[in-house]
T-cell receptor, first 115, second 113 residues
Framework: GAVVSQHPSWVICKSGTSVKIECRSLDFQATTMFWYRQFPKQSLMLMATSNEGSKATYEQGVEKDKFLINHASLTLSTLTVTSAHPEDSSFYIC???????????FGPGTRLTVT | AQKVTQAQTEISVVEKEDVTLDCVYETRDTTYYLFWYKQPPSGELVFLIRRNSFDEQNEISGRYSWNFQKSTSSFNFTITASQVVDSAVYFCALSDGNNRLAFGKGNQVVVIP
């Protein structure tokens, strides 16, 4: 199956700083990527849909100015958590869609801890 | 709006017992996809199955089997002869026409040796 990577796998940052998470599709082109957030012992919640070359579409309740998404190429999407606070600590998971075969592949996740 | 309900939160079974995880979904779409994923403690989601709304055939893959019933909007998952390695959180998910996934709350399965 196709491979999606995320970098970093974990990150600790101080409150007020920004952190960038990368999501890459390694062996296919993904016109669409998705970002999910998962709090401990909870489900995955879709944050936004990222389309290559256009603005991301955010789900209701997700602050677009706080979670900046850029999808500059067919293999890379980035999520930047700006002015991070402890309540942003979570597990962030991306997925990449290969629309040719209607498959969606998940990255391994990034664990963010804001101190 | 898409909605997925997994009523059981934590299920404990003794090794070699069977365990069934219930999944009930709501959607207004006529074309949709249903999924099951496994999330072990490492956190990485493991894809188990995808089923489209027009394919109501049940499926068996090794010790795993799935029962899809559109009449009751359910897509249940059974692990036969459970093993310790099956201990994980299992998520049922529903996709709309734009690939956006709505996940259920998950079932924590604990297999006791």
């Amino acid at each position: 199956g196709a491979v999606v990577s995320q970098h970093p796998s974990w990150v600790i940052c101080k409150s007020g700083t920004s952190v960038k998470i990368e999501c890459r599709s390694l062996d296919f082109q993904a016109t669409t990527m998705f970002w999910y957030r998962q709090f401990p012992k909870q489900s995955l919640m879709l944050m936004a849909t990222s389309n290559e070359g256009s603005k991301a579409t955010y789900e209701q309740g997700v602050e677009k100015d706080k979670f900046l998404i850029n999808h500059a190429s067919l293999t890379l999407s980035t999520l930047t958590v700006t002015s991070a606070h402890p309540e942003d600590s979570s597990f962030y998971i991306c997925s990449a869609a290969d629309l040719n075969i209607y498959e969606q592949y998940f990255g391994p996740g990034t664990r963010l801890t804001v101190t | 709006a898409q909605k997925v309900t997994q009523a059981q939160t934590e299920i404990s079974v003794v090794e070699k017992e069977d365990v069934t995880l219930d999944c009930v979904y709501e959607t207004r779409d006529t074309t949709y996809y249903l999924f099951w994923y496994k999330q072990p403690p490492s956190g990485e989601l493991v894809f188990l199955i995808r089923r489209n709304s027009f394919d109501e055939q049940n499926e068996i893959s090794g010790r795993y089997s799935w029962n899809f019933q559109k009449s009751t909007s359910s897509f249940n998952f059974t692990i036969t002869a459970s093993q310790v390695v099956d201990s994980a959180v299992y998520f049922c998910a529903l996709s709309d026409g734009n690939n956006r996934l709505a996940f259920g709350k998950g079932n924590q399965v604990v297999v006791i040796p």
